[in-house]
């Protein structure tokens, strides 16, 4: 199958497209670093717990989940360029609505506004990308658009803490107003608008999938709220009967939304649930670590975006050094023993004490950031490597679901596991700091038990992802 962009990708548009598709992930990036640094501030003006903060998490990462399906679907009928336009448009939308919230409801629905303009935005953003660079660049050119993106965590922990102790914690929202404005006119000039002469959309399969997913996110979210298991198991196996029927329809039906056969390549396979595994420990500790020192160590929101921005510096490094690494040794040499140092830095954070220094964390947390830049990329691109090109558009959408969904299930995971300890007064001596100590040890060695995943990679695979 074809896909012929109305305008012929030049060398500009070639060297502007990692650029387009980097504001989308700076504008996601920026939002969530500033959020996790700030929720203690915004709970505080709403009179909410932190810990009952997730919910604007959450929601915003289960409506990218739920609506992610539908992305390689709109791009194929209306044109890469106009929906990622709208998708821009939509998500400066939500961040204004955000601004603008008077109380925790508000923000949540405005988070899902975001979240609808977000589930476009990227993966259509990704899909470009993939179906104007052959292969053996995609990986340079991934790499490429993601380094100037990974501004948003190194500003995002700072600006928002600025704006939270001299300002007002609404205006962390509005930062993403120019950015949008940014994307949107370099878009309309450089954005190639692929489209596919397919455009039969599988309706049943996709509100399956789509109740799935949200059963089996509420059913976590119920666990870390409720003191009953009945309301959590009835939501838990309803989601994934919802998935059994998906598959059901999916052996069936002549085009649904995610082909069965995507599964049947090992490359993808193996990303797909090394990337939920990996995740799932993963994706607590930019929330995790700023909450601790904000309330276990009684520093401002300043302090917290100080302590977590080496993370994001040093993963430009890692972005750096990531090709390289993968040349030399390989995507499943990479990934297993990437993903045991990842989960072994994550349980080095149980080591400082209440009264210790909260800066032995800066070289944790800067050694951590290296390492998840040359995870996720490596995650991402051999998740990819072997897929035809008319599984793009299901495939690419397929992973940016997963990663959400997994971003999700990573938040409420460590949420869970800290309101656990938090709870256990004897264990904890009374003392938050070690609810959060034992937090991190169980993330960690979650992380470092998903490494196994990648054993079922071959030596050999992704080789047609290096680059010459």
Not at 312 to 325: D, L, Q, R
Not at 394 to 403: A, E, F, R, Y
Request: with cysteine.
């Amino acid at each position: 199958m074809d896909f012929k962009p109305e305008v012929e990708t030049s060398d500009t548009t070639k060297k502007l497209l990692p650029i387009i598709l980097a504001t989308a992930i700076f504008m996601q990036m920026l939002d969530s670093t500033i959020l996790n640094t700030s929720l203690p501030a915004i709970a505080r003006d709403l009179n909410e717990s932190p810990l009952n903060m997730q919910n604007a998490i959450i929601s915003y990462v289960l409506t990218l989940a739920v609506f992610m399906p539908v992305s390689g679907f709109f791009a194929d009928k209306f044109g890469t360029r106009r929906v990622f336009i709208s998708a821009l448009i939509l998500f400066s939308i939500g961040s204004l609505f955000c601004s603008l919230s008077q109380n925790l409801t508000q923000l949540v629905i405005s988070r899902m506004i975001q979240g609808v303009g977000g589930s476009l935005m990227t993966p259509v953003g990704k899909l470009a990308l993939i179906r104007t660079f052959p292969k053996k660049d995609l990986l340079k050119a991934m790499n490429f658009a993601i380094i100037p993106a990974l501004i948003g965590p190194v500003l995002g922990p700072l600006v928002g803490g600025y704006m939270v102790d001299y300002l007002s914690w609404h205006w962390i929202f509005l930062i993403n107003m120019p950015i949008g404005l940014l994307g949107i006119v370099l878009s309309l000039k450089y954005m190639p608008d692929y489209r596919s002469p397919i455009i039969d959309f599988d309706l049943k399969g996709f509100l399956i999938f789509a109740a799935a997913s949200l059963l089996l996110s509420i059913s976590l979210e119920l666990f870390g709220n409720t003191v009953s298991t009945t309301p959590v198991l009835i939501a838990a196996l309803t989601g994934f009967l919802m998935l059994y029927f998906y598959y059901r329809h999916a052996s069936i039906d002549n085009n649904p939304i995610f082909p069965l056969n995507l599964f049947q390549v090992r490359t993808f396979r193996v990303g797909i649930v090394g990337n939920m595994a990996t995740r799932l420990g993963i994706s607590s500790i930019p929330l995790l670590l700023p909450m601790m020192i904000q309330i276990a160590y009684g520093q401002s929101a300043v302090t917290s975006g100080w302590i977590v921005a080496p993370m994001a510096i040093t993963a430009m490094f890692g972005k750096s050094a990531v090709i390289g690494i993968l040349n030399k040794f390989g995507y499943r040499a990479t990934l297993m023993t990437n993903t045991f140092i990842i989960g072994l830095l994550i349980c080095c954070m149980a080591i400082p004490t209440v009264n210790a220094s909260i800066y032995w964390y800066i070289p944790i947390i800067a050694v951590l950031g290296f390492f998840n830049s040359i995870q996720f990329t490596s995650m991402n691109s051999i998740s990819l490597a072997d897929l035809r090109q008319y599984h793009t558009s299901s495939g690419n959408s397929l992973i940016s679901v997963n990663q959400q969904l997994a971003i999700g299930f990573g938040v409420a995971f460590g949420l869970i596991v800290l309101k656990v300890f938090e709870g256990d007064v004897k264990l904890i001596h009374n003392e938050i700091h070690n609810a959060f100590r034992y937090t991190f040890l169980v993330v960690g060695s979650l992380t470092i038990l998903s490494g196994f995943i990648f054993r079922r990679l071959h030596f050999k695979d992704g080789d047609n992802m290096k680059s010459e």
